[in-house]
Each structure stands twice: as structure tokens, then as C-alpha cells.
């Protein structure tokens, strides 16, 4: 599934399935598209060595026995699958994440179902570090909710799942990924450095790579708090025009 490179994703981590359904209810009453919205966690119930089944573009009509646990969720989100994940194990999925993983199992590169959670976020533009992250979640038995879109609508996804018992919260931007990709080796190392740095010198320009909505920032003061950023200094003149270029709008 090829993704927009003005979509981008927030990601709640919750603890129990209860904080993941509150959330999820929480979204609906917001308004939010509930077709863009996507959980994973283990299926407890599940013994099988093999796909349990699968359905896209619909509501849920059928989940069996696991009606107990994910029943509440049926009408709400679209599309739902129960998947084998070596070294996660078996994974109920409900949402636009099930096609992407869907996709990532379909793909020569993936090397079997072993990196098909983590292809389909990486595909969506979440980073590796990230990644690697929400599978050690998954795997320990939390639950992941995810909410895809532009920018606005996951600005107000991230200002409702901030209201709820997440764990983790996180927006990932997919130009971050692709702003990242622009820098030379020389680059990047300057990048990690300025992300170390305690303070921002005064009227720099740079962008927060953690809020790459809001644009070119200037400091506004002397010894500004810095968190992961990136400096124009950082950069050549060339590499911050190709960066500009990359922004959400």
C-alpha cells in the first residue's frame, strides 16, 4: 500500500486491553475517522500455527470465541485479521494496519512473516528505533493503538489519546524519515551532536524533529531547551533548502 508522504501517525501504548478500549471509545465520541485507526495486541486465546483469518474494508461480523475479550471493539473499527508473528506470537489486528501487514507478508524483501509487524510501521513512516520498540511492547503483552492521517487529524487524535492512561505517547511524522535520508554522514553526526546539546544558541534556526508540523523555529532567547532538533548550522545550505522542501504543509 503506498502511503502519502503527508500522512503521518501517532502511536498510544497501553498497558491493559481496558486503557486501549477506553482509548479507542475515546476517539469515536471525538469525531475522529474511525477508519484510519488501527490496534494490535497478543490474542491469548490463540494455540494455531497459522493465519486465523482475515477481512478488509468492513466492519467486523465474526470473531468467534474472542468475542469476551475484543467484542466491544467489533463495530468500531474496520478490517481485522489474527496473525502468526515468530518471536511476538499469535497478534489480533484490527484496522488499516491489518492490509499493511497484509502487504509487508506479500513482499519479497520482508524474509517471511518474522518482520511483517515491523516492515508494515516502517512502511507508514514510523522509525526504526520505534519500531523496535513497539514490538518489545507488543511482544510483553501491551496493547498499540495507532491513528494515520494528515497532520491535523493527527495533531487532535494526539490532544485526545493525551487524556487517556497511554504508557508511551508518540507522533511520527513520515517527512522526518525522509528528511533524515537528505543528510550526508557529516550531517547526521552534527545532527546527533546538536540533539546532545543542553541549550539552542540565540536566533538560530531549526526544526524540532519531533514536530515537524510547526516549521523552520527560530530560538527565541538565549539558551533555548533543546530536544531532538535540527539546527540550520547543522547543515549545508543546499541539504536545509531539500529539508524545507519536505514538510508537511
Known amino acids: 500500500m503506498t502511503q502519502s508522504a503527508q500522512e503521518h501517525s501517532v502511536v498510544a501504548i497501553y498497558d491493559t486491553h481496558a486503557a486501549a478500549e477506553a482509548a479507542i471509545k475515546a476517539l469515536q465520541q471525538s469525531g475522529f475517522d474511525m477508519k484510519t485507526l488501527s490496534i494490535v495486541g497478543k490474542d491469548f486465546q490463540t494455540e ?3 493465519i486465523g483469518f482475515y477481512t478488509a474494508g468492513d466492519r467486523i ?3 468467534g470465541g474472542r468475542g469476551a475479550i475484543w467484542g466491544t471493539l467489533w463495530g468500531m473499527l474496520f478490517g481485522g485479521a489474527v496473525f502468526l508473528i515468530p518471536a511476538i506470537g499469535p497478534l ?3 484496522g488499516p494496519l491489518v492490509a499493511w501487514i497484509v502487504g509487508a507478508l506479500e513482499g519479497a524483501a520482508v524474509g517471511g512473516a518474522t518482520g511483517a509487524l515491523a516492515a508494515a510501521l ?3 513512516g514510523i522509525a526504526s528505533d520505534s519500531v523496535i520498540k513497539y514490538e518489545v511492547d507488543v511482544k510483553a503483552g501491551k496493547f498499540l493503538v495507532l491513528a494515520h492521517g494528515g497532520a491535523d487529524a493527527v495533531a487532535s487524535a494526539r ?6 492512561d497511554a504508557s508511551h505517547l ?4 513520515r517527512a522526518l524519515n525522509q528528511v533524515m535520508s537528505l543528510l550526508s554522514d557529516d550531517e547526521i553526526a552534527s545532527v546527533s551532536t546538536a540533539e546532545t546539546a543542553v541549550r539552542l544558541p540565540d536566533d538560530e534556526e531549526y ?3 519531533e514536530q515537524l508540523e510547526r516549521g523552520v523555529r527560530r530560538s527565541p532567547g538565549p539558551g533555548t531547551p533543546l530536544g531532538r532538533v535540527l539546527p540550520r548550522k547543522a547543515v549545508h545550505d543546499a541539504t536545509w533548502r531539500k529539508i524545507v ?4 504543509q
Open 159 to 164: 490532544v485526545v489519546l493525551g487524556t487517556t
Open 170 to 173: 508518540a507522533t511520527h511524522y
Open 61 to 63: 461480523k465474526v470473531w
Open 207 to 209: 526544526l524540532d524533529l
Open 245 to 248: 522542501a519536505q514538510l508537511p
Open 48 to 50: 494455531e500455527h497459522a
Open 122 to 124: 516502517s512502511g507508514i
Open 92 to 94: 489480533v489486528v484490527m
